[in-house]
C-alpha cells in the first residue's frame, strides 16, 4: 500500500525527503516538473498536521511509481520535484497529463480516502545546459502562473544560438513566420501615479520545432542578418494590431508597443507597408525604438520617425543609458516616452551610483517634455523609490512577466497591478530613502 499514510507512526521521525537517483533514456531535452498540493490548507484541517506533514512523501512515492527513470523528491510538505529527461519537448506535455491522471485517483491517508488538487508545472531546457537554478527558477515562475492560471503551465528554458547553424536558423524562421509558428507575450507598463495599467509592451517568442525555445536577444539579430527582420516585424504588426483590437473589444483599450529594428528605419518599403498596416487597421500601437538606430542615417531615420508619429503611432526610446547616448539626438526624437534601461534598475536600491543616474534621467526627459519608464522593476523597494524619484511608469518582473494574450486579458480584469502597487509603500523604502532626496 504505496499510499497508506498510517505506515508512518505519528511521532517517528519523519522522512527526509523520497527520492531516487536516476535518470536513464533518451538525454536531448530535460524536464523539471513540480507538483503543488493545493488544498493542502483543507486537507490539514481535515486529516491533521502530523499525517498531512506526509502527504507529500506519498505523492512523490506514486510519481516514482510513474516515471522509475525520474529523480523524485518531496522538497516541502506542500511540493513534489521530478526531474526528467526526454527525446523530445512534446514529452513534458504528455507526462503533465499522465501525472494529472494518475494524482486524480484518491490517496489513503489514516485510513480514510483524500483527494489532492495538484497544481502542474514544468520548466524545459534542451542538453547540453549549464543553468540547473534558471531551470529550478522558470519551474517555480511557471507553478507561480499555473496557481494564478489555474492551469498546468510550461516555460522553457531559451537555448544558446551560438551553438546553432544560423543560416539553418534563418531558414527555419522564415518558415516559422510563413506559418504563424511564432507568438507574442505581453507585458503591462503601469503609471505610477494614476495606479493604472498604461500601455503594454509586445515581446515576439519563437519555439523551434527542434530547439525549443529560442530568445528574441539570439533570434532577432539572424533576423537582422539575413534580412528577415522586415517580414518579421510586419507579422510582429498584424498579430498584435489584432490582439489589440480584441483588447479593446473586451473592454480593455491599451496601446500596444512593438520593438523596432534600427535598421527598419532606413527601409523606405518597411516603412511604407508599417504605415499602410497602421492605416488601414486604426490600431493604436506605439513604437519601442533605440537612440542609436537613428545614427546610421539621422535625417532620413528621424524623417521616417515623424512620419510614423503623424500617424498616430507613439514613440518610445528604449534602453536609454545602455548605448551611446547623444543628447543632440534625443532632443530631436519625437518621442514621448523614455524607457530607462534595466541595467540601472535591477541595481538600483543596491548601488550608491545608479539612483543617481536614474534620477538625473529622470529630470532630463522631463525637461524634454517625455514621460519615463523604469524597465526591469523587480522588487518593493525598487518601485516605492522610483515613485519618490518621480519616475512616470514602470515595469517588470514585480507588476508581471511577460504573459499570454489570455493572461493578460485576466490581468487586466482583475487589476491585478494594484495589489502590487498598494505593498510598496514608503514604509519598504526604509533607508532607499536617503539615496532618492541626496
Ligand atoms: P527589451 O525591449 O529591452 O525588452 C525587455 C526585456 O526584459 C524582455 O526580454 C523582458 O522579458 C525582460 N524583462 C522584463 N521585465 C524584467 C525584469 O523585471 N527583470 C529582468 N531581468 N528582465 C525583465 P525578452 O522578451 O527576452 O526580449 C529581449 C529583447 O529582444 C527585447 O529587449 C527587444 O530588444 C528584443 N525583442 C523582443 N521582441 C522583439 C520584436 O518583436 N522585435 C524586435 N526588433 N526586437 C524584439
Ligand atoms: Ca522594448
Ligand atoms: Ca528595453
Known amino acids: 500500500m504505496n499510499d497508506d499514510l498510517t505506515r508512518f507512526a505519528p511521532g517517528d521521525p519523519a522522512p527526509v525527503g523520497h527520492e531516487r537517483q536516476s535518470m536513464g533514456g533518451d538525454s536531448s531535452w530535460q524536464f523539471l516538473i513540480l507538483i503543488a498540493i493545493g488544498n493542502f490548507a483543507t486537507l490539514r484541517r481535515h486529516i491533521g498536521r502530523e499525517q498531512s506533514a506526509l502527504l507529500a512523501e506519498v505523492v512523490a512515492a506514486r510519481v516514482t511509481g510513474l516515471f522509475p527513470d525520474a529523480v523524485v523528491r518531496s522538497t516541502s510538505s506542500t511540493q513534489v520535484e521530478i526531474m526528467l529527461l526526454g527525446a523530445e519537448r512534446a514529452a513534458v506535455d504528455v507526462h503533465l497529463a499522465v501525472l494529472a491522471t494518475a494524482l486524480a485517483r484518491p490517496f489513503t491517508v489514516a485510513g480514510q480516502p483524500c483527494r489532492i488538487e495538484p497544481v502542474l508545472a514544468a520548466a524545459t531546457a534542451m542538453k547540453p545546459h549549464e543553468d540547473d537554478i534558471r531551470l529550478l527558477e522558470e519551474a517555480e515562475q511557471a507553478l507561480a502562473d499555473a496557481h494564478i492560471e489555474c492551469r498546468s503551465v510550461v516555460r522553457d528554458l531559451a537555448v544558446r544560438v551560438d551553438r546553432l547553424d544560423r543560416i539553418t536558423l534563418a531558414r527555419d524562421l522564415t518558415h516559422a513566420i510563413e506559418h504563424d509558428a511564432l507568438f507574442v507575450e505581453y507585458q503591462p507598463k503601469v503609471h505610477v501615479r494614476q495606479q493604472r495599467v498604461c500601455s503594454i509592451e509586445a515581446l ?32 510582429t504588426m498584424r498579430r498584435v494590431i489584432a490582439d489589440q483590437r480584441r483588447l479593446d473589444q473586451a473592454g480593455h483599450p491599451q496601446r500596444i508597443f512593438i520593438n523596432i529594428s534600427g535598421i527598419l528605419l532606413g527601409d523606405p518599403d518597411f516603412v511604407r507597408r508599417a504605415c499602410a498596416l497602421v492605416r488601414d487597421s486604426d490600431a493604436c500601437i506605439g513604437f519601442e525604438i533605440t537612440e542609436t538606430s537613428v545614427i546610421r542615417d539621422p535625417e532620413s531615420a528621424i524623417a521616417n520617425l515623424q512620419t510614423f508619429v503623424d500617424m498616430g503611432i507613439a514613440l518610445a526610446i528604449d534602453d536609454y543609458g545602455a548605448g551611446l547616448s547623444s543628447l543632440s539626438y534625443l532632443k530631436q526624437l519625437p518621442a514621448c516616452e523614455l524607457k530607462i534601461d534595466k541595467l540601472f534598475i535591477t541595481q538600483l536600491t543596491s548601488s550608491n551610483r545608479d539612483p543617481l543616474i536614474v534620477r538625473s534621467t529622470i529630470d532630463l526627459a522631463h525637461a524634454l517634455e517625455m514621460e519615463v519608464v523604469a524597465e526591469g522593476v523587480e522588487t518593493p523597494a525598487a518601485l516605492a523609490l522610483l515613485t519618490v524619484m518621480g519616475c512616470d511608469m514602470v515595469q517588470g518582473y514585480l507588476i508581471s512577466r511577460p504573459i499570454g494574450f489570455d493572461a493578460l486579458c485576466q490581468f487586466l480584469d482583475e487589476q491585478a497591478h494594484q495589489a502590487v502597487i498598494e505593498r510598496a509603500t514608503p514604509l519598504s523604502l526604509g533607508r532607499f530613502v536617503a539615496h532618492a532626496r541626496a
Open 204 to 235: 515576439l517568442r519563437w519555439r523551434h520545432p527542434v530547439h525549443g525555445m529560442i530568445s528574441p536577444v539570439e533570434f532577432i539579430p539572424v533576423a537582422e542578418e539575413s534580412r528577415i527582420i522586415a517580414p518579421l516585424t510586419l507579422w
